[in-house]
């Protein structure tokens, strides 16, 4: 059997995000111009800061700007162009992207989850989108072999996914910083306190309308994006116009060479500045479900990097004329008659540069949320056309209220400037390490391609690092606080989460007990069906006998109920429950796993009730085909439908999760105080699948882990 291709798998890729997110109604243009006007909002407005956080002390030699714009051309040549839009793009998770997408996709090769939750029939899921085995794969097993084996493989691994999605989390907070200080520095001639005060009050109004969701957000702002980028576009002719085309000499390397040799240390310290031109390009794949491979690979090849081109080499030749302006680069670049237009769109593009984040942000969220990584909150799926599309009630305000926090203490955008991109390097040098395990274990890339590819991204953005950790304390700190404090708590929660799924399994309630418990006669049944609900994906979780103990009577229909997070974006609704039933038949107790990718909705109580039952009388039609009459077949759906009529009661166990009594202090601490307080702070089961306090029954019960 042959392999498929790397080029096929993409193929496959690309060709099933688009059937999945166009959702069969919207132009690809339309998608084009939305994607332009949420994905690029950050890259594009970068030329408001880079050049003045390259140059803090001043000009030294008008020719540094050679070296400079040459470097920031092959930079967004290499980075944004190459390896994001023509490579990383494909790595997408049935057309989502994001850090969380590419473990996944290992996750699907390879067993490196830490909850053995996994079955068979899950591979069998159309979205699954597994390679077929092949005999030139050798190289792929023994590294395959390799992560399921090591402990600690796996531990780093996870630890760098959720350091990776921390990061870009920590990037929606200072994205709307830096964009938004940056374009309103064109009124710093009114004082330094009015433009943070405008620029705070312009973040809460920019918070305030994300619940109206991307999908609306995109549409207004789409146009403005495409103005701004055509506006930049059109100083930056005028610019090369009037101070010299001889800038363009800059693509010769050789200046970049010299830069270096007449600065120093100084030359590399300034490549924390020049790294800005490439904020946002995350965002590009992060926000991938919002949009689709092909409309991201057209519209920054054909717009957004010419754009970003023309307005470099604008600024740099402005700036060989006028050195001593390169503090305010940007607003003095711009022709007089055109300055306060351009102050106009700079600020809404600066909106639209932040919006992407936040997007990428609440994605990120949810992907984690159900994957049992991130402590239960509120996903409101804010669009009906476009899956994936999230808005997240407690993220948007605490994003807020640090990007006010992060405003008013910095003040400037050379201060933000140092923590950005410490944020941004380390985002892409976690993508370019798990982007090379996926080429080997997924796409069995040929290992010379591999190998080429790792040590020139790696060495790229390793030089970069190195210059921006040279700012750690003069800002560079706090994309990594902020990170500290999420991988602390997605560790807790996961790691609480993966102790309770594994006590469950352990106590788990044998199906002879089952039968014996209802057989008995003081059990009585009663009139509806009964859902209840647990995370083991087989066998009876404890909490059933704990249940029966204060509560001597059961449902005529009992249905044990499981959530199950895929490793896929989503599972089409045909494929969504999974039935088994407890023998002996007529006791009907059957086991129901419900299959959810990290971008599905359950949809509410109503709605999810109508779609168990019906996939329920589904499968008694399958189970009583060959086994028994139509008429038993028919008799059984009546009676299902009949209880349905009378009622369906949710039972939920409660389970407080304590350490053993002789566990460490450390564990004690994670879980009786870290776990203990995300869990009390966070939203329960009944409130996530918004369950009526009249059909609900909880049960409490506590875990020794």
Known sequence: MVAESPNKLAENNFADATDNL???????????????????????????????STFPNGINDKDDLLGVFSLIMYTLIFVPLIKYVFIVLYANDNGDGGTFALYSLISKHAKVSFIPNEQPEDKELSNYMLAKPSNQSKGASRIKEVLEKSMVFRIMLFLFTILGTSMVIGDGIL?????????????????????????????ILLFCVQRFGTDKVGYAFAPIICIWLALITGIGLYNICTYGWGIFRAFNPVYIIKYFQRNGKQGWISLGGIVLCITGTEAMFADLGH????????????????????????QAAYLRRFPDDVSDTFYKSVPEPIYWPTFVVAVFAAIIASQALISGAFAIIAQSLSLGCFPKVKVVHT????????????????????????????????????AYGIAVVAVMIITTCML??????????????????????????????SAVSYKFVEGGYLPLLFALKLMTVMGIWHYVHKEKYLYELKNKVSSEYIRELVSKPEIKRVPGIGLLYSELVQGIPPIFS?????????????????????????????ERFSFHQLEPKEHRIFRCVVRLGYNDQIGGPHEFEQQLVLKLKGFIRESYLVTASIEMEMEE???????????????????DVVAKPNSSLLKKAVVNYGYAFLSNNCRHTEKMINIPHTKMIKVGMTYQI
């Open 22 to 52: 166009e959702a069969g109604r919207i132009s690809f243009s339309t998608r084009k111009s939305k994607s332009t006007g949420v994905v690029y909002g950050d890259i594009g407005t970068s030329p408001l800061y880079v050049l003045q």
């Open 175 to 203: 994205t709307p910083s830096i964009s938004v200080l940056s374009a309103v520095g064109g009124i710093r001639s009114l004082g330094h306190e009015t433009v943070i005060g405008v620029s705070v009050a312009i973040l």
């Open 291 to 314: 949009f689709n491979v092909r409309a991201i690979q057209i519209s920054f090849s054909t717009i957004v990097f010419p754009a970003l081109l023309v307005t470099y080499a604008g």
């Open 383 to 418: 669009s009906a056309k476009f899956e994936g599309q999230v808005y997240i009630p407690e993220i948007n305000y605490w994003l807020m209220i640090s990007c006010v926090l992060v405003t008013v203490g910095f003040q400037t955008t050379v201060h933000i400037g140092n």
């Open 436 to 465: 090379t395990l996926i080429m080997l274990v997924v796409w069995k890339t040929s290992i010379w391609l591999i190998a080429i590819f790792f040590l020139v991204f790696f060495s790229i953005e390793g030089v970069f690092f």
């Open 546 to 574: 704990h249940f029966i103990a204060n509560f001597p009577a059961i449902h005529s229909i009992i249905v044990f109920v499981t959530i199950k997070p895929i490793l896929a974006s989503k599972v089409a609704l045909e």
């Open 637 to 655: 759906i009546e009676f299902v439908q009949k209880q349905m009529k009378t009622g369906v009661v949710y039972l939920l166990g409660q389970a």
